[in-house]
C-alpha cells in the first residue's frame, strides 16, 4: 500500500533502534550517542563560528541518505538541548494533527502516513514554554538551534519527515523572528511550513486541490500561518501579497472571529498603500459594520460629530470619565472584537488626521463602555483621543485630567502592558504627559522602548512614529548635536527603508540632514559656502531639490519648518518669510505634539525677528504668543522655557532675556540658551553700538548693566560658547565670521559648571562659592 511504501522511505531513520541496523549506521548512531554522552557530561555549547562555515560543511557532505541521516541526527540533539526529548513523551510522536489528519487515504485516496518522528502539538507547547523558560532566566540564548534544526529539517523530503509537525517547527521560529522584529527570515520559515503542508496533499503537482485539502485537513494550523504571513508581508511593504493572502483566509475562513486578524490586516495595507485616498475608509467602514459597528458616513461632517457628543454627554450622566475606572471588565466576545476592529480604524483615522472620524469613533467606544458598564484594554487609547480632541481645541486645564483616567485604565490591564492595545495606550499617555509634567528629554527613551516594542509586533507604522517623536524630541530637548544621534537616526532610516515607508524614510534623512547644518559639515555632508546655504536642507542625508516629487504634506512641512528653525539661528530673514509663506497653507499638527512645538516655537520666534521691518508675519507672533502663554499659565513645564523666550523678544531687555536664559538653563535647553544670548547680545549691540531705537517701550538698563558699549560682548560670547556645547559648530562658524572678537573667544571660555573640583565638592556636599559660576543659563556636557 502507499502508506507501507512511506513507512519503507523513512526506516532508516529509525534502524538505530531495531535489529537490522548495518553497519554504517551503527557506526554512525554509536558517534551519536558517544558525542551526547560527552555533551551531557561536560554540558558544552557549540556553534558555528560564521554561517558560511557551517554552509561550507553541509555542502561537503555528500547529497544521499547518509546526508539526511547526518542533518536529522544535528536537529534532533539541537531539539533536546533547548528542552525537547522524544523519550519525554512517547506517545506524542505518533499523535496525529486533529480531525482530518489521521494514517490511511483521504476522500482523494491520497495517503496521510504519519511518522514515528513527530512532534504533537503539546510537545511543541513543552518545547516553547521550556524554550522562554530558559530566556527568562537568563540562559545563553537558544534560538539558533531552533533556526538550525528548523533549516536542517526543511531540506528533508517529505517522505523523510512528517510534514505537519516540521510545519509546526517552522511556525515556532517565526514567531522567535518575528518577536525580534526579522521579519523577512519570518517569512521564509512560514512559507515553508506553508509548502510542507501543500506538499503534504498534493497529488500530481495540483496547487489549488493541495490548498483546499490543506484548509480541510489542517484548518488552524494554516490559518495562524496565513495570518502571520499577511502581517509580516504588511510589514515588509509587499501589500500585494498581503491582500492576497488575507482574501484566501476570508474565503475560507469558518466564522468571523477566524478572520479578525486578516480583517485588521487588510485595513492597514489599503491604508499604507493610499493614506490620502478613501479605499481604506470605505473597506474599513465595511468591515465595521460586519462587527455590528453602523451608520458610519464616509464622509462625515460636523453634524454627526455633535450628535455623538450629545450622546455621550446622556450616557455619563453628569459624570467624569473617572467613573470608568470601577466597571468591570468586558468579556463578550463580540463586544471584544468589534471594540478591537473599531481601535485599528481608529489609529488609521489619526494618522491619515480625519478629525470627524476619529472624533465618532472615540466617542461611540466610550459610550459603549458607559452604556455596557464595562471597560476593555482598547478604551484608554479611545480616551487619549477625547484628550487630542480638547488639545485641538486648546482647553489644556481638562485635558490634563484626561491624563488622570488613561493612567488609570492603563493599569487595570497590567496584562496587556506589553501587547499592542497596551503599546498603544502607553504612546497615547506619554503624549498627554508631554502636554503637562513630562519633559521631552525625558521622553526619548520611553519612546524608543516603544520603538522597539512596537516593530518586534509588526506594528511598523505606529512604531516608526513614536521613533520620529523621538527624533523630533532631540531637537526640542536639545540634545547634543554629535555622531550619537547621527548613528542614531541612520539606524532609523535603515528601519523605515527595510519595512518600505517611504514617507518616515524621508522625514528621518530630513532631520539628519539639518542635523548635518547645525554641525557645520561634521559626518559626510556638505560644508555650505554661504550664510544661506546653511539654510539650505541640500547635502549627502538630503537633496531639497531632488526629492520634492517624492515628498508629502508632511514631509514638506518638516523641510519648511526645519528650514525655519535654521534660518532663526543663522539669522536668514529672507528664508524666513519664505517658509513662513509654506507653512500658512497647512494646518498646525496637533496630533503629533512634537511637530506642533517646533513649528509653535520658531514661527514665533522668526515672526517676532521679522515684525520690526516687516509686518506681514505679525499674526504668527500673536498666535504663538497666545499659544505658549496659555500652555504655560496651565502649567506645562515644556512650555515655561519656551514662553519665557516669546516674552523676551516681544518685549525685549536685560531682565526679560536673562530670565529666559535662566529658565532655559535650568531646562537645559543649551540651543534656546545660546539663542537669547545672541538675540540679546544682539539687541545691546544695534541700541547702544549702532543706535537703533528698536522699540521705545524696551528697557535697556538694569541696575545691573555696565556703562559700557561693549556689554553685548559677554552675551555674544555666551551664546558661542553655548552653540558650541550643543554640538552646533555651523552656527560657531557663522558667529565668529560676523564678530571678529568671536574667534579668539575661546580661549576665555570659562570652564564647566561640574569641573573636577566642583564635582568632588557637589559628592562631598561641600559649598561651591569658591568655583567661580558660568554665565547663567550655561549647561556643561555633563549634562547630557
Same mark, same amino acid.
Given at each position: 500500500?502507499?502508506?507501507?511504501?512511506?513507512?519503507?522511505?523513512?526506516?532508516?531513520?529509525?534502524?538505530?533502534?531495531? *535489529?537490522?541496523?548495518?553497519?554504517?549506521?551503527?557506526?554512525?548512531?554509536?558517534? @551519536?550517542?558517544?558525542?551526547?554522552?560527552?555533551?551531557?557530561?561536560?554540558?558544552?555549547?557549540?556553534?558555528?563560528?560564521?554561517?558560511?562555515?557551517?554552509?561550507?560543511?553541509?555542502?561537503?557532505?555528500?547529497?544521499? !541518505?547518509?546526508?539526511?541521516?547526518?542533518?536529522?541526527?544535528?536537529?534532533?540533539?539541537?531539539?533536546?538541548?533547548?528542552?525537547?526529548?522524544?523519550?519525554?513523551?512517547?506517545?506524542?510522536?505518533?499523535?496525529?494533527?486533529?480531525?482530518?489528519?489521521?494514517?490511511?487515504?483521504?476522500?482523494?485516496?491520497?495517503?496521510?502516513?504519519?511518522?514515528?518522528?513527530?512532534?504533537?502539538?503539546?510537545?511543541?507547547?513543552?518545547?516553547?514554554?521550556?524554550?522562554?523558560?530558559?530566556?527568562?532566566?537568563?540562559?545563553?540564548?537558544?534560538?539558533?538551534?531552533?533556526?538550525?534544526?528548523?533549516?536542517?529539517?526543511?531540506?528533508?523530503?517529505?517522505?523523510?519527515?512528517?510534514?505537519?509537525?516540521?510545519?509546526?517547527?517552522?511556525?515556532?521560529?517565526?514567531?522567535?523572528?518575528? *518577536?525580534?522584529?526579522?521579519?523577512?527570515?519570518?517569512?521564509?520559515?512560514?512559507?515553508?511550513?506553508?509548502?510542507?503542508?501543500?506538499?503534504?496533499?498534493?497529488?500530481?503537482?495540483?496547487?489549488?486541490?493541495?490548498?483546499?485539502?490543506?484548509?480541510?485537513?489542517?484548518?488552524?494550523?494554516?490559518?495562524?500561518?496565513?495570518?502571520?504571513?499577511?502581517?509580516?508581508?504588511?510589514?515588509?511593504?509587499?501589500?500585494?501579497?498581503?491582500?492576497?493572502?488575507?482574501?484566501?483566509?476570508?474565503?475560507?475562513?469558518?466564522?468571523?472571529?477566524?478572520?479578525? %486578524?486578516?480583517?485588521?490586516?487588510?485595513?492597514?495595507?489599503?491604508?499604507?498603500?493610499?493614506?490620502?485616498?478613501?479605499?481604506?475608509?470605505?473597506?474599513?467602514?465595511?468591515?465595521?459594520?460586519?462587527?455590528?459597528?453602523?451608520?458610519?458616513? !464616509?464622509?462625515?461632517?460636523?453634524?454627526?460629530?455633535?450628535?455623538?457628543?450629545?450622546?455621550?454627554?446622556?450616557?455619563?450622566?453628569?459624570?467624569?470619565?473617572?467613573?470608568?475606572?470601577?466597571?468591570?471588565?468586558?468579556?463578550?466576545?463580540?463586544?471584544?472584537?468589534?471594540?478591537?476592529?473599531?481601535?485599528?480604524?481608529?489609529?488609521?483615522?489619526?494618522?491619515?488626521?480625519?478629525?470627524?472620524?476619529?472624533?465618532?469613533?472615540?466617542?461611540?467606544?466610550?459610550?459603549?463602555?458607559?452604556?455596557?458598564?464595562?471597560?476593555?484594554?482598547?478604551?484608554?487609547?479611545?480616551?487619549?483621543?477625547?484628550?487630542?480632541?480638547?488639545?485641538?481645541?486648546?482647553?489644556?486645564? !481638562?485635558?490634563?485630567?484626561?491624563?488622570?483616567?488613561?493612567?488609570?485604565?492603563?493599569?487595570?490591564? !497590567?496584562?496587556?502592558?506589553?501587547?499592542?492595545?497596551?503599546?498603544?495606550?502607553?504612546?497615547?499617555?506619554?503624549?498627554?504627559?508631554?502636554?503637562?509634567?513630562?519633559?521631552?528629554?525625558?521622553?526619548?527613551?520611553?519612546?524608543?522602548?516603544?520603538?522597539?516594542?512596537?516593530?518586534?509586533?509588526?506594528?511598523?507604522?505606529?512604531?516608526?512614529?513614536?521613533?520620529?517623536?523621538?527624533?523630533?524630541?532631540?531637537?526640542?530637548?536639545?540634545?547634543?548635536?554629535?555622531?550619537?544621534?547621527?548613528?542614531?537616526?541612520?539606524?532609523?532610516?535603515?528601519?523605515?527603508?527595510?519595512?518600505?515607508?517611504?514617507?518616515?524614510?524621508?522625514?528621518?534623512?530630513?532631520?539628519?540632514?539639518?542635523?548635518?547644518?547645525?554641525?557645520?559639515?561634521?559626518?559626510?555632508?556638505?560644508?555650505?559656502?554661504?550664510?544661506?546655504?546653511?539654510?539650505?536642507?541640500?547635502?549627502?542625508?538630503?537633496?531639497?531639490?531632488?526629492?520634492?516629487?517624492?515628498?508629502?504634506?508632511?514631509?514638506?512641512?518638516?523641510?519648511?519648518? +526645519?528650514?525655519?528653525?535654521?534660518?532663526?539661528?543663522?539669522?536668514?530673514?529672507?528664508?524666513?518669510?519664505?517658509?513662513?509663506?509654506?507653512?500658512?497653507?497647512?494646518?498646525?499638527?496637533?496630533?503629533?505634539?512634537?511637530?506642533?512645538?517646533?513649528?509653535?516655537?520658531?514661527?514665533?520666534?522668526?515672526?517676532?525677528?521679522? %515684525?520690526?521691518?516687516?509686518?506681514?508675519?505679525?499674526?504668527?507672533?500673536?498666535?504663538?504668543?497666545?499659544?505658549?502663554?496659555? +500652555?504655560?499659565?496651565?502649567?506645562?513645564?515644556?512650555?515655561?522655557?519656551?514662553?519665557?523666550?516669546?516674552?523676551?523678544?516681544?518685549?525685549?531687555?536685560?531682565?526679560?532675556?536673562?530670565?529666559?536664559?535662566?529658565?532655559?538653563?535650568?531646562?537645559?535647553?543649551? @540651543?534656546?540658551?545660546?539663542?537669547?544670548?545672541?538675540?540679546?547680545?544682539?539687541?545691546?549691540?544695534?541700541?547702544?553700538?549702532?543706535?537703533?531705537?528698536?522699540?521705545?517701550?524696551?528697557?535697556?538698563?538694569?541696575?545691573?548693566?555696565?556703562?559700557?558699549?561693549?556689554?553685548?560682548?559677554?552675551?555674544?560670547?555666551?551664546?558661542?560658547?553655548?552653540?558650541?556645547?550643543?554640538?552646533?559648530?555651523?552656527?560657531?562658524?557663522?558667529?565668529?565670521?560676523?564678530?571678529?572678537?568671536? %574667534?579668539?573667544?575661546?580661549?576665555?571660555?570659562?570652564?564647566?559648571?561640574?569641573?573636577?573640583?566642583?564635582?568632588?565638592?557637589?559628592?562631598?556636599?561641600?559649598?561651591?562659592?569658591?568655583?567661580?559660576?558660568?554665565?547663567?543659563?550655561?549647561?556643561?556636557?555633563?549634562?547630557?
Amino acid at each position: 500500500s502507499s502508506s507501507s511504501s512511506s513507512s519503507s522511505s523513512r526506516d532508516y531513520f529509525h534502524r538505530r533502534n531495531s *535489529s537490522e541496523t548495518n553497519g554504517n549506521s551503527k557506526k554512525l548512531n554509536n558517534n @551519536n550517542n558517544v558525542v551526547r554522552k560527552k555533551q551531557s557530561r561536560v554540558k558544552a555549547t557549540y556553534k558555528f563560528a560564521h554561517d558560511r562555515i557551517r554552509e561550507a560543511a553541509c555542502a561537503s557532505i555528500p547529497q544521499g !541518505p547518509e546526508r539526511d541521516q547526518l542533518l536529522y541526527n544535528i536537529a534532533t540533539v539541537l531539539l533536546e538541548r533547548v528542552g525537547f526529548s522524544k523519550d519525554d513523551n512517547e506517545e506524542d510522536f505518533a499523535a496525529s494533527d486533529g480531525a482530518g489528519a489521521d494514517d490511511g487515504d483521504d476522500d482523494d485516496g491520497h495517503s496521510q502516513s504519519s511518522s514515528h518522528t513527530s512532534m504533537s502539538s503539546s510537545s511543541w507547547a513543552s518545547l516553547l514554554r521550556n524554550t522562554n523558560n530558559k530566556a527568562a532566566k537568563g540562559s545563553s540564548d537558544v534560538s539558533w538551534m531552533l533556526f538550525t534544526a528548523a533549516s536542517h529539517l526543511n531540506s528533508l523530503s517529505d517522505t523523510v519527515m512528517d510534514s505537519v509537525h516540521v510545519a509546526r517547527l517552522n511556525l515556532l521560529v517565526a514567531k522567535i523572528a518575528i *518577536s525580534k522584529g526579522a521579519f523577512g527570515d519570518a517569512l521564509t520559515y512560514l512559507k515553508a511550513a506553508l509548502n510542507r503542508l501543500e506538499d503534504n496533499h498534493t497529488p500530481n503537482g495540483d496547487k489549488v486541490l493541495a490548498i483546499k485539502r490543506s484548509w480541510k485537513h489542517h484548518y488552524e494550523l494554516r490559518l495562524e500561518l496565513l495570518n502571520h504571513v499577511t502581517e509580516s508581508e504588511r510589514s515588509l511593504g509587499d501589500f500585494e501579497s498581503a491582500l492576497e493572502h488575507a482574501q484566501e483566509i476570508f474565503d475560507n475562513a469558518r466564522t468571523l472571529s477566524d478572520q479578525f %486578524r486578516a480583517q485588521s490586516a487588510f485595513i492597514l495595507v489599503h491604508f499604507a498603500m493610499d493614506r490620502e485616498g478613501s479605499v481604506w475608509i470605505e473597506e474599513g467602514l465595511n468591515i465595521l459594520a460586519k462587527h455590528g459597528m453602523a451608520n458610519i458616513s !464616509p464622509q462625515p461632517h460636523i453634524g454627526n460629530v455633535v450628535q455623538e457628543v450629545l450622546k455621550l454627554k446622556m450616557a455619563l450622566k453628569g459624570r467624569s470619565l473617572l467613573c470608568l475606572k470601577n466597571y468591570p471588565t468586558a468579556s463578550d466576545p463580540a463586544v471584544l472584537q468589534q471594540i478591537a476592529m473599531t481601535k485599528v480604524f481608529l489609529i488609521n483615522a489619526l494618522m491619515a488626521k480625519q478629525d470627524f472620524l476619529i472624533a465618532i469613533l472615540a466617542h461611540r467606544m466610550v459610550g459603549i463602555a458607559l452604556k455596557k458598564k464595562i471597560v476593555f484594554k482598547e478604551l484608554p487609547t479611545a480616551v487619549c483621543v477625547l484628550q487630542f480632541i480638547l488639545w485641538k481645541m486648546e482647553q489644556w486645564k !481638562p485635558s490634563f485630567s484626561y491624563t488622570t483616567v488613561v493612567s488609570d485604565l492603563v493599569d487595570r490591564f !497590567p496584562e496587556s502592558y506589553d501587547d499592542v492595545d497596551g503599546l498603544e495606550s502607553r504612546v497615547g499617555l506619554l503624549h498627554g504627559s508631554l502636554y503637562y509634567g513630562t519633559s521631552y528629554r525625558d521622553s526619548i527613551e520611553p519612546y524608543l522602548d516603544l520603538n522597539r516594542a512596537l516593530i518586534s509586533r509588526g506594528m511598523a507604522d505606529t512604531g516608526l512614529g513614536v521613533a520620529w517623536a523621538a527624533v523630533l524630541a532631540f531637537f526640542i530637548a536639545s540634545f547634543p548635536l554629535n555622531a550619537l544621534i547621527e548613528s542614531k537616526v541612520i539606524l532609523l532610516e535603515e528601519m523605515a527603508s527595510t519595512f518600505g515607508r517611504k514617507t518616515f524614510l524621508l522625514s528621518f534623512k530630513i532631520y539628519r540632514q539639518c542635523i548635518y547644518n547645525l554641525m557645520g559639515g561634521s559626518g559626510s555632508a556638505i560644508l555650505p559656502v554661504s550664510d544661506n546655504s546653511y539654510c539650505l536642507l541640500d547635502g549627502s542625508a538630503f537633496r531639497e531639490a531632488e526629492s520634492k516629487e517624492e515628498c508629502d504634506a508632511d514631509n514638506i512641512q518638516d523641510i519648511a519648518t +526645519l528650514r525655519l528653525m535654521l534660518a532663526v539661528y543663522f539669522d536668514d530673514h529672507e528664508t524666513m518669510e519664505q517658509m513662513l509663506d509654506v507653512l500658512s497653507q497647512y494646518e498646525v499638527d496637533v496630533m503629533y505634539i512634537e511637530r506642533q512645538n517646533l513649528r509653535m516655537t520658531y514661527a514665533g520666534f522668526a515672526s517676532m525677528m521679522l %515684525r520690526r521691518k516687516n509686518k506681514k508675519h505679525s499674526k504668527w507672533a500673536n498666535i504663538a504668543l497666545k499659544f505658549w502663554r496659555r +500652555l504655560a499659565t496651565a502649567g506645562s513645564v515644556n512650555a515655561l522655557p519656551i514662553h519665557a523666550c516669546m516674552e523676551a523678544l516681544n518685549k525685549p531687555s536685560i531682565d526679560a532675556f536673562e530670565k529666559a536664559i535662566r529658565m532655559c538653563g535650568e531646562g537645559r535647553l543649551t @540651543n534656546l540658551v545660546a539663542l537669547m544670548s545672541e538675540r540679546c547680545g544682539l539687541w545691546i549691540y544695534e541700541t547702544v553700538v549702532l543706535g537703533e531705537k528698536v522699540q521705545e517701550r524696551c528697557s535697556l538698563r538694569t541696575d545691573n548693566t555696565p556703562n559700557d558699549s561693549d556689554f553685548y560682548k559677554d552675551y555674544l560670547k555666551h551664546a558661542l560658547f553655548s552653540y558650541q556645547g550643543w554640538g552646533a559648530m555651523g552656527k560657531v562658524s557663522h558667529l565668529s565670521r560676523r564678530f571678529e572678537f568671536l %574667534r579668539t573667544a575661546v580661549n576665555d571660555k570659562p570652564a564647566s559648571n561640574l569641573s573636577s573640583d566642583r564635582a568632588k565638592a557637589a559628592r562631598m556636599g561641600l559649598p561651591t562659592r569658591a568655583v567661580a559660576p558660568m554665565p547663567a543659563g550655561s549647561a556643561s556636557a555633563s549634562d547630557f
